[in-house]
């Protein structure tokens, strides 16, 4: 653990380089935002958004999950689920049924369709792993640099998951 004049020199270093590195958050944040939302061909005329593939892979994983669930697991409104399971179900990817205890509860599996999209995914997820991290280090990357990555980028996540209502000012640093 760090003395706090340790501490201290550290946050002050980062302080000095936050504004440059919050627009590379940004930029980070806006290029993976654009990527998720841009719909691609992942079967023969089928064409879904990397967010609407997550949908269908864990409605594939946990079959009868509900819409709620679905929400709290990738932290989207019941609005915004609500659309992505319509556009599912309108590609004849997943459908509902209503649960035998709740019969308000609209339980969600995956259609044959579903499956077969489920599993050309699975068959090419470490294919395309693979390209990515073979551009990563390509470009320089070493392992301990993108384990630290992904380390901070968990760590950054759940802190503005912690703070909704603050947001980028709580992560900010003041000046």
Known sequence: ???????????????????????????FTTVCNAMANRPREYEQGIFLTMVEVRIVMEIAEKPGITASELCRNSKRTRSAMSQIVKKLKQKDLIYGEISDEH?????????????????????????DKNRVFTRLIEKGCTVEELESFYKVMNIYTNLMIEEPKTGWDYLIPKD
């Open 1 to 27: 653990m760090a003395t706090e004049e340790e501490m201290k020199s550290i946050i002050d270093h980062l302080v000095h380089h936050s504004a440059y590195r919050i627009g590379m958050v940004y930029d």
């Open 103 to 127: 019969q308000k509860r609209m339980l969600l599996y995956p259609t044959m369709e579903g499956m077969k999209l489920r599993n050309h995914i699975v068959r090419n997820k470490e294919g």
